[in-house]
């Protein structure tokens, strides 16, 4: 069964937010990795956002329940960016037979959009006894 996620944000609010809270945001929300890629340009910064917020939505959580670190964007160079689960994103990936995930990303001047696409055996809900 296909399983998606999509989610747009606005680049400004994820520059204010960082504006304000800096590092602690970043520790927060996105891996070393991420952080490192991102070097504080707020449309990589809201991307990635997107994606992790698409990719909750795919795994059936919504925000609760996956640790937002645990979802990682990586982009190989001269390749497109790709999801990497960790932790808690990859224990319900597992709990729901999620298989394969692929990732698209774009931004305007002032929005950045973030679509996933994957197969699970499941759907989105934990079988019942899991």
Request: with cysteine; proline share 2%.
């Amino acid at each position: 069964m296909l399983v998606t996620g999509v989610d747009i944000i606005e680049i400004d609010r994820i520059r204010r937010v960082f504006e304000r809270y800096g590092d602690k945001f970043l520790s927060r929300i996105y891996t070393e990795g991420e952080v490192r890629y991102c070097r504080g340009r707020a449309p990589q910064l809201a991307s990635r956002f997107a994606a992790k917020e698409a990719v909750m939505k795919l795994l059936g959580t919504g925000i609760r329940g996956v640790h937002w670190s645990h979802i990682e964007v990586v982009r190989g160079r001269g390749q497109a960016p790709s999801i990497k689960l960790y932790g808690t994103a990859l224990a319900r990936a597992k709990r729901i037979g999620l298989d394969h995930v692929a990732l698209s990303l774009s931004h305007s001047r002032e929005f950045a959009v973030a679509s996933v696409v994957g197969e699970s055996e499941h759907g989105n809900l934990v079988p019942r006894g899991a």
